[in-house]
Every structure is written in structure tokens, then in C-alpha cells.
């Protein structure tokens, strides 16, 4: 096992999209337990996705149980995950190992249903909601080439939602 | 690199922002923190900005976008006062009927526990009959959001508003 580095903003190689896993063998495993190792050793500790550390293929894991304790799935290795419903949206604070010292308000979905595949390349499904839900939407987006700087919205927006709702009636 | 606080005020128009922030640079000033907003009818800048020359040359610089604009502008030297680390770590939102004492009530009652505003946002909306105030304060509770709970929920009966007080948390994934 290893502590890999984590790339930083900014970092082209945060942007590039990741390529689906295909080969499920002992390089991914051992690949899967040095990043596991990198998630825990961080400042938030509780998710990861492979391009963080200069590794561009659909592998995500996320374990809230530092945050939430037992009130989640535990550890979740995600590899070519897919989002198959989402709803609600909520707006949160984020920050991100790839994004030091600053924080920002990102609106994500309140409820996801996600597939992935586990290491063993079994078909997984799982249903989240808040932090949890929010930490694999993050971690997903790292897939795709994005960082929460790419969501950011205003600390107004939850309040100018509703206002401008009652000016529509 | 010396720091000031700079502060523009002037009716809303396009380009306020645009003029001010061209003739900083051209002046070799960077942008710190900023916040920008019309309040009322008027746009408002305030932003901590370094500059390596002296203050002089920036006021010169911003002087042809002051009269074209009709702003009024004011230049405080700062030091370099440390930033603070504390992040905001309650939220509480206020609203109800516009009446005197709203906010000195709540942060009055918010100051009393050692509260910090971080961040205070508020408008008037509503009808002239009907008048609303909306407030949103972010800061730093050092004893924790039970006792920002304790400190204003009272108020909800004593001014006749809608308190909220919710946690502000910064998931570092």
C-alpha cells in the first residue's frame, strides 16, 4: 500500500475525462487499495476519484463513516459509475483535496441512485442521500474533468430562488 | 506591497465595474477579496486591494472613471492585518414583517454570545403596504448552534419575525 499524490489545481491533468476500467485484475486492486490508502491519509478523508492522482480511469470511492459513522454505506468502491436517478437539490459547502484552503457553495442533488461496478467487476447499485449523496456527485464530477469550481453558485441563491418564485405568481 | 480598502459608490449603470477594476490594473493594483452589489439603487464596491506604487496613483488612475461615472470613491491604507481563520460555521436567516429593531435585536442578541458576523446580507422587498425584510447573517458561534438556537429564537416571538439558525458545514471531500 501507498499514499499517492494528489495533483492540485491548477493542473491540466484535473480536466482531462477518465477512461472506463475494463481489466479487473490485481493492478487494479492493488491500485484500488493505494487509493483507498490516499483517501484516508487527506484532509477530508472520506472520497477520491482516480484523477486526482494523475490516474485518468472511472474509479471513485467514497467512505462517509469518519463523517457519519455508521449512518452510510461505508466503504463504496465505484469503478464506471453511472448516476441512474437523482432528485431535490440542495445547496451545500464544498471543498476538495484537489482544491486547497477554499471552500464554495455548489447545489447538488439530495437523492441518487448510482451503479457502479466493484472491484471484482460485480454490478453494484447504490442509493444515497445528503453528504454521502454529495461526496459521490463530487467525486464523479472529478471523472468527467470537473471540479466543484465548475458548480459554484452564490451564497444568495437559496434566497433569491424563493423570492423570485413569488414575483412569477 | 502596501493594502487598501477601496470603496465605490455611484448610481447603477453597466460598466461601473468594468472602469473601476481597467484602471486598477493599469495602475499595477491586484484584487483581493471583494464584494460588489447594488444596494438600493446605487452599486457598491468595496475590495482589499495591493498596490505597489503609492496611493496617489491609483486615486489618478481612477479619477477620469470617477467623473465619467459620478462615483464617489475613498481610500484607506490598511495593514496587513492577518486573515482571520475562523470559517462561518452557523447560519440563520431572519424575515418578516419590515419593522425598527429587527437587526439590532438579533445581532444584539447574537453579539452576546461572542458570535462573529462573517457575513451579513439583508434586503427590503414586499409591497409598500406590506413591507418584508429578509436577512441572512453567516458566522462563527463559539459555543456551537445550540446557543445561537437559545441566543434568537426568543426573538421569533419578541419581534414577530421567522428565525431560522442552521449548521454551515464544509464537507472537504
Redesign the interface.
Known amino acids: 500500500m501507498a499514499v499517492l499524490s494528489i495533483l492540485t489545481y491548477p493542473d491540466a491533468r484535473l480536466q482531462r475525462k477518465a477512461e472506463p476500467v475494463q481489466a479487473f485484475d490485481d493492478a487494479l486492486q492493488k491500485f484500488v487499495s493505494d487509493l483507498t490508502e490516499t483517501m484516508y491519509a487527506g484532509?477530508?478523508g472520506?472520497?477520491?476519484a482516480a484523477p486526482q492522482v494523475d490516474h485518468p480511469q472511472r474509479i471513485v470511492i467514497v467512505d462517509m463513516r469518519p463523517?457519519l459513522g455508521e449512518d452510510c454505506h461505508g466503504l463504496m468502491v465505484l469503478i464506471n459509475p453511472e448516476l441512474l436517478a437523482w432528485e431535490g437539490m440542495v445547496v451545500?459547502?464544498?471543498?476538495?483535496?484537489s482544491v486547497p484552503d477554499f471552500?464554495g457553495n455548489v447545489i447538488r442533488a439530495e437523492r441518487i441512485q448510482v451503479q457502479a461496478q466493484d472491484v471484482f467487476g460485480r454490478e453494484r447499485s447504490y442509493e444515497c442521500e445528503g453528504?454521502e449523496a454529495?461526496?459521490v456527485q463530487?467525486?464523479m464530477d472529478h471523472l468527467d474533468g470537473f471540479l466543484f469550481l465548475d458548480r459554484l453558485v452564490s451564497?444568495?441563491t437559496d434566497?433569491f430562488r424563493r423570492?423570485n418564485y413569488q414575483k412569477s405568481r | 506591497m502596501s493594502q487598501a480598502l477601496l470603496t465605490v459608490i455611484g448610481e447603477d449603470r453597466p460598466g461601473i465595474v468594468a472602469a473601476v477594476t481597467q484602471a486598477l490594473f493599469t495602475a499595477d493594483c491586484s484584487i483581493g477579496d471583494a464584494s460588489m452589489m447594488r444596494l438600493g439603487g446605487y452599486f457598491t464596491i468595496m475590495q482589499v486591494i495591493d498596490y505597489s506604487r503609492d496611493l496617489g496613483s491609483v486615486e489618478m488612475a481612477l479619477d477620469p472613471a470617477i467623473k465619467r461615472l459620478n462615483l464617489r470613491v475613498h481610500l484607506d491604507p490598511i495593514s496587513s492585518v492577518a486573515v482571520a481563520a475562523d470559517l462561518p460555521n452557523t447560519r440563520v436567516t431572519v424575515y418578516g414583517a419590515d419593522h425598527p429593531g429587527i437587526v439590532a435585536g438579533v445581532t444584539g442578541a447574537l453579539a452576546a454570545i461572542g458570535f462573529n458576523v462573517i457575513d451579513l446580507e439583508s434586503e427590503s422587498s414586499g409591497s409598500a403596504e406590506r413591507p418584508l425584510y429578509v436577512m441572512v447573517i453567516q458566522g462563527y458561534a463559539p459555543d456551537g448552534i445550540e446557543s445561537v438556537r437559545q441566543a434568537v429564537l426568543p426573538l421569533r416571538e419578541k419581534e414577530g419575525v421567522e428565525v431560522g439558525v442552521h449548521p454551515l458545514e464544509a464537507a472537504v471531500f
Open positions: 484532509p477530508g472520506v472520497g477520491i463523517k451545500g459547502r464544498e471543498g476538495c483535496m471552500t453528504f454529495r461526496a463530487h467525486e451564497r444568495k434566497l423570492k
